[in-house]
């Protein structure tokens, strides 16, 4: 009789164990990350070091199936402090296809025969499943060596290579002091030196800003909680570990405005050069103002926009009357590098430019309807368009990212354009040639080679 009790009684926890995995296993979607950390840290460590060649190794396969990572700088063409700028179409295209064939196929003809280049669909974070901010080892490297603050991550590494990203450390230069030149002296901004290469340039305002953007503060992945993906507890990220010297480094994140997790966008960095003539800001453009950006960052950006987590690891609650008004004052002091080709209008002066870039220009004003968007002398509308590439392509998975829709993404301004790659708002364009054959080709242009030669002149020229 007991162990037929015994047996019965058995049976029914089994039940409710199973019944239990079946509630965890079917649980509903949730908008909200995870609060309480189910594994110790050490067991974290061990199993996601252990994952992570495998995981890297999956990446570098998706990119070098997608494009020519090799370094081939193009002839005589550099950014502002002299790094070379990349040569060439680095998206691969399939098999026996050409650009001018491709170009003339329409929408459909091309998703349904599968023809769409690979390097043009949605490009995935370096683990799309698990997100969250990387940063370049160069960046890493330099941050450790100036604060012995570590922004690696024990999970996973930034894919692309070096030669394809910003000039680091990039230049600075003011709205405010132009005669400067480059006002970081070719060093990278930190919070060990800001006082040293700023004081008696900026305001005290400015300078107060200029700290606090150079603060670390507790970020998803960076922070001291046991649910981060720094080795050791972590003091944070800084606004300038991904806008290296008020630029980028193309520190890439997964927009926190998106759910579910394959739907998320990955983030190539903007450059906050300019950004006083802005007025969309935030992965959505929702936010109108450059301190409504900077305030919701620290609130949310920060935290995958989650600010549940962001209670429990730290945030940042910056007051609006000062410090946000302050680090917003200092950013719309960043100006676009130096263009000598162009006039104050912000178009081709004809005395200086050759005639390459000046028939370039009239292409990019004429049959490649470029300015419809990118307005001179800056070279935005300050909008929002959907392109709708997904009509060249049919919805997939790639690593974990689901490449659907994009939706409308905002017009970024091309002052300055060649220091700023790579493109798109997630990265998926190496190169400004690349950029050249994406909208031919996104827009039903038809541009002949020649022509896409000139244009891509005149875009070195902005």
């Not at 164990?17 to 649980?27: P, R």
């Not at 107060?208 to 970020?219: A, C, D």
């Not at 080709?441 to 005149?458: G, M, R, Y």
């Amino acid at each position: 009789m007991r162990k037929a009790l015994s047996a019965t009684l058995a049976l029914v926890a089994a039940g409710f164990a199973s019944a239990a995995q079946a509630q965890v296993s079917d649980k509903p979607p949730s908008s909200y990350s995870p609060v309480v950390t189910t594994e110790p840290f050490a067991t974290i460590l061990s199993r996601m070091q252990a994952e992570k060649p495998a995981v890297m190794r999956r990446q570098f396969d998706l990119l070098n199936e997608r494009y020519d990572l090799a370094n081939r700088a193009a002839a005589g063409v550099t950014m502002a402090r002299g790094k070379p700028v990349q040569d060439g179409v680095r998206v691969k295209l399939p098999a026996g296809q050409s650009w001018d064939r491709l170009g003339a196929m329409r929408p459909e003809e091309i998703r349904d025969r599968d023809q769409f280049p690979k390097g043009f669909l949605p490009l995935p974070h370096p683990n799309h499943p698990e997100g969250g901010m990387v940063f370049p080892k160069f960046h890493i490297d330099e941050i450790k060596r100036q604060e012995a603050r570590d922004l690696t991550r024990f999970d996973l590494d930034f894919d692309l290579p070096d030669h394809l990203l910003p000039e680091f450390p990039a230049p600075i230069f003011l709205t405010t002091r132009p005669d400067l030149g480059d006002v970081a002296q070719g060093k990278l901004l930190t919070i060990d030196n800001f006082f040293e290469l700023f004081n008696g340039v900026l305001n005290p305002k400015q300078l107060e800003g200029l700290r606090l953007l150079l603060t670390p503060f507790p970020q998803q992945q960076f922070n001291q909680t046991e649910d981060r993906r720094s080795e050791r507890p972590s003091r944070g990220v800084t606004c300038f570990d991904c806008h290296a010297n008020g630029h980028t480094n193309a520190s890439t994140h997964l927009v926190g405005d998106i759910r579910p997790q394959p739907f998320r966008h990955r983030i190539d960095t903007p450059s906050l050069r300019g950004v006083n003539i802005q007025r969309l800001f935030g992965s959505q453009r929702a936010l109108k103002s450059i301190e409504d950006f900077t305030e919701f960052e620290q609130r949310a950006a920060y935290f995958d926009g989650d600010p549940v987590t962001a209670t429990k690891k730290g945030v940042n609650v910056l007051e609006r009357g000062s410090q946000v008004h302050f680090m917003a004052e200092f950013q719309a002091l960043l100006d676009f590098p130096p263009a000598p080709k162009l006039n104050v209008m912000g178009r081709l002066d004809r005395s200086k430019a050759n005639e390459s870039e000046l028939r370039g220009e009239a292409i990019f004003f004429g049959k490649g309807q470029c300015a419809a968007c990118h307005a001179p002398p800056y070279y935005t509308d300050n909008l929002m368009h959907n392109l709708r590439v997904e009509r060249f392509y049919k919805p997939q998975t790639v690593n974990g990212r689901m490449a659907a829709a994009d939706g409308p993404i905002k017009t970024f301004p091309l002052r300055g354009i060649k220091d700023s790659p790579p493109y798109l708002h997630d990265g998926r364009l190496l190169t400004l040639d690349d950029t050249v054959e994406f909208f031919n080709l996104v827009l039903e242009l038809k541009l002949t080679q020649p022509e896409k030669t000139d244009l891509l002149a005149f875009l070195r020229a902005l």
